[in-house]
């Protein structure tokens, strides 16, 4: 009798289990992410998972755990804070980042006064981004 009780049950988002939702939010673009958030307080709660939010940090922004201990703040918050200062660039910020990253890297044993005359060339330019 119970069983069939369970079964009648109607089914609801509230009483799907985390870990499948986790993992359908997992394979969410972060636009849609942030919407979820707007659907229900459960999908509010799981789409802030920190865990979804690192790999769109990882590939949006390059941003290492190293940075994101140096910062203090959940990935989230990292995603967001960065998406306000050059989200409109979302698309290139990587390609650039990337680019400036290895530059540096090739220039810092070979020309370190190079690196530092460009440092300021950095700066300006992803602040102009």
């Known amino acids: 009798m119970a069983a069939v009780e369970a079964e009648s049950a109607p089914l609801t988002l509230e009483s799907l289990p985390t870990d499948p939702l986790l993992l359908i939010l997992s394979f969410l673009d972060y636009r849609d992410l942030i919407n979820c958030c707007y659907v229900s307080r459960r999908l509010s709660q799981l789409?802030?998972?920190?865990?979804?939010?690192?790999?769109?940090?990882?590939?949006y922004w390059l941003i290492s755990e190293e940075e994101?201990?140096?910062k203090?703040?959940?990935?989230?918050?990292?995603?967001?804070?960065?998406?306000?200062?050059?989200?409109?660039?979302?698309?290139?910020?990587?390609?650039?980042k990337k680019?400036?990253?290895?530059?540096?890297?090739?220039?810092?044993?070979?020309?370190?006064?190079?690196?530092?005359?460009?440092?300021?060339?950095?700066?300006?330019?992803?602040l102009a981004l």
């Open 72 to 96: 203090n703040q959940c990935w989230k918050s990292l995603f967001i804070d960065t998406y306000s200062d050059v989200g409109r660039y979302i698309d290139h910020f990587a390609a650039i």
């Open 47 to 59: 789409s802030s998972h920190d865990p979804l939010w690192r790999r769109h940090c990882k590939k």
């Open 99 to 126: 680019a400036w990253d290895d530059l540096k890297k090739y220039l810092e044993p070979r020309c370190p006064r190079m690196v530092l005359s460009l440092k300021g060339f950095g700066i300006m330019m992803m």
């Open 68 to 70: 994101k201990t140096q």
